[in-house]
Every structure is written in C-alpha cells, then in structure tokens.
C-alpha cells in the first residue's frame, strides 16, 4: 500500500496490522543492502542458532538479527563491544513494529579497504590470466629436493617439517627463510620466492604459514609474492592460515592446500602409503608369475601328451593314407555306376521316343477312314434333321392355308382383320389368296 496526499477530505483508516506491513514494504523497496557500521551490544546466541544484537554509535542503535543460515559460515565469533561492518537490509518485523536489521554477513571494522584491495588484485590478476590452469604446473610424484618458503620461527614450519619427516625422511629440505608479516614481509617472501627459482635447487616449493586474521595474511595478498609465484619455474604448493583463508597467492600457485600440513603432504610422497603399494603390487606379481608359471606347465604337460613317435605317426599316416585311397576308388567306382545308370536310361527315353513311321502310316489311314465314315454320319444326320424341320415348318405356313381356300383379310392400315367388330360398312379390305390379292369394302357386319 503507498501512502498518498488524498484531495478529498476523507482520511483512510488503517489497522495495526496494515500500518505495519505498509512501513516494511516501504522500508524494503526503498532501502536496498548495504553496510552499516557500529559496536555490537547485548549480542544472545539462541538454541536455534539465530543471532541478536543491537549496533549502535555514540548517537543512536538499531536491532538486528543473523539467521543460522548466515552465521554458520562466519571464521569467527562476534562479541560484545566489537566495532564491526554488517551487510544488512533494512526491514520491520511486523509482529511488534520493531526497526531491524536483515543481517547477510559480519566483519571486523576497518577491514573493508582490505577486502577491496584484495577483490580488485584478484580481479586484474585474473584478467591477466595468472589463475588459468594452463599455467599450473605438475607437482613431480618422487621429489629429489623441496624447498620450503616461511619464517624459520613459525610453528607452521614445524608443522610442515614433521610432516616431512613422517612420510618420507630420506628426501633433502632446504628453507628459505623469510618473514611471513609485517612491514616489508611481501618483499621478502617474493625475493625468497625468486633466490629458489634462481638455485633451481628443488623440484617443488611450498610457501606457507600458520592462520591469523586478514592482516596477519595480508603479505600473501601483495602483487609482488603473487607475479613472484607466477614467474617461478618450479611448481609452487601454497599453504597459508587455516582451510577458510584464502589469499591471493592460493589462486596463483600450481597447487593449493587448505593448511601448511596439507601442502606438505602433497608436496611430499607418503613412504608407508608407498610401501603399501608396492607390497601389494608385489604380491600381484608373484601371483602373476605363479599363474604364468602354471598356464606354462600345464602347456607342457599338454604339448606332451600330443607328442608322438616319428615311427607311428608316419605309421598312422600310412594307414589313413590307404584309407583315403579306398574311400577315393569307392567314390570314383559309384560314380561310374551313376554315369552308366544314367545314360541306360536317357537311351531307353530316346528309344521310345524315335518315330515308327509304318506305324505312324497306318494310323493315319485308319484316321482318315474313320474321319470320312464320321463325316458321313454327321451330314446324314444334318439332312434328316434339315428334313424334320422342313416338314415342320412346311404345316406351319400360312401360305399352305391359303392353298386350302382361305383368305386373309388387312384393312387399311395392314393390320389382319380378326373380328367383324373392327370393321364399319363402306371400309376397304385387302384379301389375300393362295395366288394374288383382290380389294374389296365393307357392306355389311354380321356377328
């Protein structure tokens, strides 16, 4: 709801519950995040695991509140008193119309100008391609040397030498001693960088130092130990502050660990790990010759059995040479027998397939007889039918009728007059006799 000058006189009334809800609607649109800096007091961790405290200036405080799924991730603890920076929303919880802070994130006053350094070194080394992986260098798997780039005073150093020794004394350490913080520590952690890199002394580097606060670490930060561990030709293990830290010179080395431990163990072969190995590989290979030494007996044992007397092989082959000979004559012998079957026969088919032509005569000539005496019967057949119909149709003409002494009658139209009804005195009639025509009319009807 946004609230407006209305021109009429007429005011909206709201409920508690609208008010409240209108004012964190606007205080969320129109505030975006942003940092707020101030000293934390009356900070309570609850069972939840959500934070409240209230920052405040020598003028004025505001509430606020860190949820667990924020404060889980921060390296350190707040405490009452501290001077710090919250990345913050302005909102309102609407239940009680209590002014607070969404926090997102807390750090240590004073520390946003390092932070901003370091994102803008990040940012131009990366343009530059420092952070590439084409650039990073293989560790070597047997190192005959590794150097070692930290302050001889650090327990971080200790760390990393016992490290060393655990899982693999045999291989030589050279340090490089150089102060790790402090006013000048960047230049001399880079000259250190460079004097290994000039010696070529060693296979890999690490450069490490125990964990601290962002400005313990800062020296890892500079440019300077960044292009140091760039330009380096040996590859370059960074182990600096604790698994949290990051700093810039974990982003240009080859390899980085979380802890200085951590890259030496990387930097380091493990000889029980290597033992281990080797043994089993051992074990394999034994077992590898041990079979093959098996298979090959076994090999033995059956070229043996396949060995057989010059004597008798040239016996066997002697009979199964005769055996061969046998079957070849048999097959030769049937097929003859086939062949001689076969051309038997195609003689007996042609035999009877030759011509006897006096035969052939004879039958022709019974043919011919019989065809004329078929012949004959068939046309007297035709003739006594031909007269049949004859006689037939000679009782059916009317011409026979005339000649008996009648007369057809046709009037006018040529219609054959059949009844005296038809007809009116003084009508034309044509009479047709035997042998001509005569016309005639109509002078009287009788029924």
């Not at 302005?90 to 520390?111: C, I, K, P, S």
């Not at 037939?392 to 026979?400: E, G, S, T």
Request: aromatic letters at 6%; glycine letters at 6%.
């Amino acid at each position: 709801m946004n609230f407006q000058l209305e021109k009429n006189s007429r005011a909206t009334v709201l409920s508690v519950s609208e008010l409240n809800r209108s004012a964190k609607d606007l205080l969320e649109n129109g505030l975006p995040l942003m940092w707020v800096s101030g000293e934390i007091s009356n900070l309570k961790r609850y069972d939840s695991g959500h934070w409240y405290f209230s920052l405040k200036d020598s003028n004025a405080q505001v509430r606020c509140v860190m949820f667990r799924h924020k404060n889980q991730y921060l390296d350190w603890q707040p405490k009452d008193g501290m001077q710090v920076e919250v990345r913050a929303l302005v909102t309102l919880y609407e239940a009680r119309g209590d002014f607070q802070l969404n926090v997102e994130t807390v750090r240590r006053a004073g520390l946003g100008a390092l932070f901003e350094a370091f994102e803008k070194l990040k940012a131009k080394l990366d343009k530059e391609g420092l952070f590439e992986l084409v650039h990073k260098k293989p560790l070597p798997l047997f190192p005959k040397q590794i150097g070692i780039v930290t302050s001889p005073a650090a327990a971080a150093l200790r760390d990393v030498l016992t490290t060393l020794r655990r899982r693999m004394p045999a291989i030589p350490l050279i340090i490089y001693p150089t102060p790790v913080q402090g006013i000048g520590a960047a230049a001399s952690i880079a000259e250190a960088i460079n004097t290994a890199a000039a010696r070529a002394e060693c296979e890999v580097l690490i450069v490490c130092r125990g964990g601290g606060s962002i400005e313990d670490l800062w020296a890892f930060n500079e440019e300077v130990v960044a292009r140091a561990i760039a330009a380096c030709p040996i590859p370059v293990v960074s182990g600096v502050g604790h698994e949290t830290d990051f700093t810039i010179a974990d982003f240009v080395a080859d390899m980085r660990a979380p802890t200085p431990t951590g890259a030496a163990q990387l930097a380091c072969p493990d000889r029980v790990e290597w033992q281990h190995r080797i043994m089993a590989l051992s074990d394999r290979l034994q077992r590898g010759i041990h079979r093959n030494l098996e298979n090959r007996m076994q090999k033995t044992d059956l070229l043996m059995r396949r060995l057989v007397h010059p004597g008798e092989r040239l016996k066997h082959q002697s009979s199964q040479t005769q055996h061969l000979s046998e079957r070849l004559t048999g097959a030769w012998r049937r097929q003859l027998e086939n062949k001689q079957w076969a051309i038997s026969g195609l003689a007996q088919r042609l035999q009877h397939r030759q011509p006897d032509l006096a035969r052939q005569r004879e039958k022709q000539h019974d043919l011919a007889h019989r065809l004329i005496a078929a012949a004959s019967r068939r046309h007297q057949g035709w003739a006594s039918a031909v007269q049949h119909l004859h006689t037939q149709l000679a009782h059916l003409n009317p011409q026979a009728v005339l000649e008996r002494g009648y007369s057809v009658a046709y009037n006018a139209t040529g219609e054959v007059v059949r009844s005296s009804k038809a007809l009116q005195t003084g009508d034309a009639l044509t009479l047709a006799f035997a042998i001509g025509r005569a016309q005639t009319r109509v002078t009287k009807t009788e029924e």
